[in-house]
């Protein structure tokens, strides 16, 4: 058991994995000599060579494009886009070939690419640094997509996503990276794709992933001061979405409301609203409620606070779910 920073998980993970199975590589922008900018893959080119920690041109689609060619000579490739807005020159690659060839190929051909995807805001960083592109690829049939919220699902979900056959985009909360967790190396992980009672709660659940599971549990911890009792789960992964976890959950509260840092506008929580009330229509006592970012441009460092779902914007849909 280990105590350590989600950045240092990965890290370690990666580290894991590479020791693990020879034919796992490591590229992108600055993956190797600097350790890449949040300093994730720190010290894996020289304890593994440049062979297998390969620092790449600024060329996404070529990243991409050459992962894709090595992962169909055998080898499994980890990639790091640099920032999420950074990954759109390669979407072409992830959605038309990436995503698709294993159908193509009616199912002979296999690409266990994990394209690594720091994300989200809150670090104050300028244009391009801090979007939330996850369901712009959870619509892609094709292709997993992850977000772990502690070191401890950091580190196995990263496992997991590598020792798989299919591409994973693996988002980062970049701005939960330094936030410490236990993390038991030896410990058996839950499966990739199930979601996690993060607490334990029985007037209303709160549903979120990546860096909201921590606002989410503030908010419940706030609402308990108040007399309410809420559950959060931890969904973990956007595509596929643990529905069932969801449904138990729904039908013990009776409420839900769903939390992401990307736009409400056609998000991941309208798709499990959806959901949601087709499966638990006669037990819910409330409408779904949404909290997330605005249908606007990512605005500057000094607006992202109004910019990005908080503490007291979660805990007002919160209210209006309980006044129904």
């Keep these: 058991m280990s105590k350590l920073p989600i950045a240092k998980a990965i890290n370690e993970s990666l580290r894991r994995a590479m020791d693990n199975d020879p034919k796992v590589l490591i590229m992108g922008e600055d993956v190797g000599k600097l350790g890449g900018v949040f300093r994730v893959t720190d010290g894996l080119q020289k304890d593994f060579g440049e062979d297998r920690v390969i620092d790449t041109p600024l060329a996404e689609s070529g990243i ?76 892609v049939a094709g292709l997993k997509c992850v977000s772990p ?26 701005r939960r990276y330094w936030e410490k967790g236990e993390v038991d190396t ?68 009776r409420r839900l409301v769903v939390v992401h840092e990307a736009p409400v506008f056609l998000g991941t929580g309208a798709e499990i609203a959806a959901r949601i009330t087709e499966r638990c229509f006669y037990h819910l006592e409330a ?5 997330g970012g605005f249908h606007a441009p990512y605005p500057p460092a000094r607006l992202e606070d109004e910019y990005l779902p908080n503490l007291d914007r979660v805990l007002d849909s919160v209210d209006r779910a309980l006044a129904y």
């Design 287 to 291: 409408p779904v409620l949404r909290v």
């Design 64 to 139: 991409v494009g050459t992962a894709i060619g090595l992962a169909l000579r055998g080898y499994r490739p980890v990639v790091e886009i640099q920032f999420d807005g950074f990954v759109f020159p390669a979407y072409d690659q992830i959605v038309t070939q990436l995503a698709k060839m294993h159908a193509r190929a009616l199912g002979k051909i296999k690409l266990p690419v994990v394209i690594r995807i720091p994300y989200a805001g809150g670090i104050g960083a300028v244009e391009h640094h801090s979007e939330s592109p996850e369901t712009l690829f959870a619509h």
């Design 186 to 253: 030896g410990s058996i992980p839950a499966p990739l794709h199930i979601a996690h009672i993060a607490r334990q709660g029985t007037d209303l659940t709160l549903a979120a992933y990546g860096p909201m599971v921590k606002v989410c549990l503030e908010a419940a911890a706030a609402a308990e001061e108040e007399g309410n009792s809420l559950e959060v789960v931890d969904l973990r992964s956007m595509s596929p979405i643990d529905f069932d976890t969801l449904q138990r959950s729904v039908e013990k509260t």
């Design 149 to 174: 919220s502690n070191a401890s699902d950091a580190y196995w979900m990263m496992q997991q996503a590598i020792e798989g056959d299919d591409p994973v985009i693996f988002f980062e909360p970049k």
